[in-house]
């Protein structure tokens, strides 16, 4: 399951944030830049507020000198806090940093924040795993110039993910996250999505947390269940189905209606390496979750062209079939879709249109079959 990481600047709002069922309370100052360091005061303050309820993480401004750096971790620990984010830079020397501070990676569950916006080197992940860090996290470091998917695709958010997971790190999402990018966000399966805008009136950072936006986000990501917050989930689950609440039988149709991209298809030797114009219609049934004017009530259009994109960038397809087969799967991941139906038409083969249209539904029975109970969780101590 992914985990809600709201920032917080006071005990104020860490009391809204755990009345609201933030996952995770974490210490930041806004007022200070994308990771902005609370006074250790205050960090305290907040640690003995939260008593254990739920993990706390904190922020260090990583100072130029690796043994300064060190000391100013060994406080922010001995604060009491779970988790300790800092900026890893992306300068010549951010190997030794990694390497000086592995010995207190033994001993608290480190995280290393890369920025989408500052060209950020996954290369550095297996240095991270190597030397014990808990996770990597990436953030924006310039608030006000755009969000996370401004400056990266679902599709390169995915493989971020997929590279902590495959190297046993834990990942975070953030970045001046908006509401509607929480179920587009939600198919890349990182452990955690942060939020600190978003969860402010008018979606200002440096505002006071406003308990109603805080709630928004909250119901937008599945809250888990049966455990306290956990280090990493078992994602053999992903495709967990969604199971009709009663009395819910109201159904929108979600449609995305000819959208054209070039695509590299087909069987025949003369059409690689080169693309072809392929249009898709796509429908999706959708539960309605109820009637308010906010993003709890729909399903986003956006997460079917993110879909899309997503199968046509792992390059050369051979058939329109598989096209249509792998965007009604991914579609019908999200819970809340009954059925979909998927139309995916040539356009430069014949005068007209060639192509297949299918249907695929959700069976109830399976649908039960993967709810999250099964999830294999391991909890923070």
């Known amino acids: 399951m992914t985990l809600m990481l709201a920032s917080v600047l006071s005990r104020e709002e860490a009391e809204i944030a755990l009345a609201r069922g933030a996952d995770i309370i974490d210490c930041k100052a806004p007022s200070r830049g994308a990771l902005g360091a609370l006074p250790l005061t205050r960090v305290a303050e907040i640690v003995a507020f939260v008593d254990g309820r739920r993990p706390v993480s904190a922020v260090v401004e990583l100072p130029h000198d690796v043994a300064h750096a060190l000391g100013a971790f060994e406080e922010i620990v001995a604060a009491g806090v779970d988790y300790v984010k800092f900026a890893l830079p992306a300068t010549p020397d951010a190997g030794e940093i990694v390497e000086a501070l592995a010995p207190l990676a033994a001993r608290t569950r480190l995280v290393a924040v890369l920025f989408a916006d500052l060209g950020p080197d996954f290369e550095c992940l297996p240095a991270l795993a190597a030397a014990g860090f808990h996770g990597a996290m990436l953030d924006t470091a310039h608030k006000g110039k755009g969000r996370l998917i401004d400056f990266m695709s679902i599709d390169a958010l995915c493989e971020f993910v997929a590279r902590c997971r ?69 994602w053999s689950f992903i495709g967990r189905g969604y199971v009709e ?18 695509v590299e298809i087909g069987a025949y030797a003369f059409e690689h390496g080169h693309t072809q114009r392929v249009r898709f219609n796509v429908e999706a049934e959708v539960t ?46 999200h819970e809340r879709v009954r059925s ?42």
């Open 166 to 234: 495959a190297l046993g790190l834990a990942s975070g999402l953030a970045g001046a996250l908006e509401p509607p990018d929480v179920p587009r966000l939600l198919v890349a399966g990182a452990d955690v999505l942060g939020f600190r805008g978003a969860l402010c009136a008018e979606g200002d950072r440096r505002g006071a947390l406003d308990a109603r936006a805080t709630a928004l986000i909250r119901d937008l990501i599945p809250a888990q269940r049966g455990a306290e917050a956990p280090l990493h989930a078992d």
């Open 245 to 262: 609440p009663p009395g819910a039988n109201d159904t929108d149709c979600v449609f995305l209606k000819d959208y054209v991209a070039p």
């Open 288 to 333: 309605r979750a109820n009637g308010d004017d906010d993003m709890r009530s729909v399903f986003s259009y956006d997460v079917i062209m993110d879909a899309i994109k997503m199968i046509l960038a792992g390059g050369h397809i051979e058939v329109v079939e598989t096209i249509a087969e792998r965007l009604a799967e991914s579609v019908l991941l």
């Open 340 to 381: 979909v139906t998927v139309q995916v038409e040539k356009l430069d083969v014949a005068p007209g249109a060639v192509g297949v249209r299918i249907r695929r539904e959700r069976a109830h029975q399976d649908a039960r079959r993967l709810q999250p109970a099964p999830l294999r969780l391991h909890a923070v101590k």
